[in-house]
């Protein structure tokens, strides 16, 4: 099945360092969103955008909807040790009655305090 | 309200063995989804729901099934695991369908030996 690409895998960085993630699809979406999982936890929510040049923020989360309807990415400034955990990007797409998720494999972060 | 809940929370199968997992939310949502979630893979769709009596495939159903007999449940079946199966399956509900007022749950890891 299609996956989106999400780069990096996985960063280590040192607490208060800014952090950028991106993911980018070969298939157009009409909403890009960005989730958070802890260990043991499902995915939780960070923000959603709708439309395309869309810039959003959530606190320190910034996240921006690729003109192309392509792409998207996700920006954290100043990493706090809480915001270890896997981030997820994934695409919704209506097909068959429904809004389908198709999700990337996920950025791991560490944050270094 | 203790929104999205998943039971067991591990399980350990032979293969070939049958079993169930549960997933209930109490939130009267009309929609809801089973992911399943591999090493380095982003969250994939097996089957959802679009309300009680309504179910359909999602991108990875091989293997699976599903019913949906109230609004408040929606178990997910092995018939026959195999070691392929191993993963940690998450349940969502949504009053919209839309993923931006999806919830998910804890999660069940299941290793099919």
């Known amino acids: 099945g299609q996956q989106l690409n999400q780069s990096p895998q996985s960063m280590f960085i040192q607490e208060g360092e800014d952090v950028s993630m991106n993911c980018t699809s070969s298939?157009?979406?009409?909403?890009w969103l960005w989730y958070k999982q802890d260990p043991g936890e499902g995915p939780v929510l960070l923000i959603a955008?709708?439309?395309?040049?869309e810039l959003t923020s959530n606190g320190r989360l910034t996240a921006q909807f690729g003109i192309t309807r392509k792409d998207s990415f996700l920006n954290i400034s100043a990493s706090i040790p809480s915001d270890v955990g896997i981030y997820f990007c994934a695409g919704q797409r209506f097909s068959g009655g429904y809004n389908k998720l198709i999700f990337g494999a996920g950025t791991r972060l560490a944050v270094h305090p | 309200n203790a929104g999205v809940t998943q039971t067991p929370k591990f399980q350990v199968l032979k293969t070939g063995q049958s079993m169930t997992l549960q997933c209930a939310q109490d939130?009267?949502?009309?929609?809801m989804s089973w992911y399943r979630q591999d090493p380095g893979m982003g969250l994939r769709l097996i089957h959802y729901?679009?309300?009680?009596?309504?179910?359909d495939q999602g991108e990875v159903p091989n293997g699976y099934n599903v019913s949906r007999s109230t609004t408040e449940d929606f178990p997910l079946r092995l018939l026959s695991a195999a070691p392929s199966q191993t993963s940690v399956y998450f349940c969502?509900?949504?009053?919209?369908?839309?993923?931006?007022?999806?919830?998910f749950g804890p999660g069940t890891r299941l290793t099919v030996l």
């Open positions: 729901s679009v309300g009680a009596g309504i179910t």
């Open positions: 969502a509900s949504s009053w919209s369908g839309r993923a931006d007022t999806q919830y």
């Open positions: 298939s157009i979406f009409n909403t």
């Open positions: 955008l709708y439309k395309a040049g």
């Open positions: 939130m009267n949502h009309e929609y």
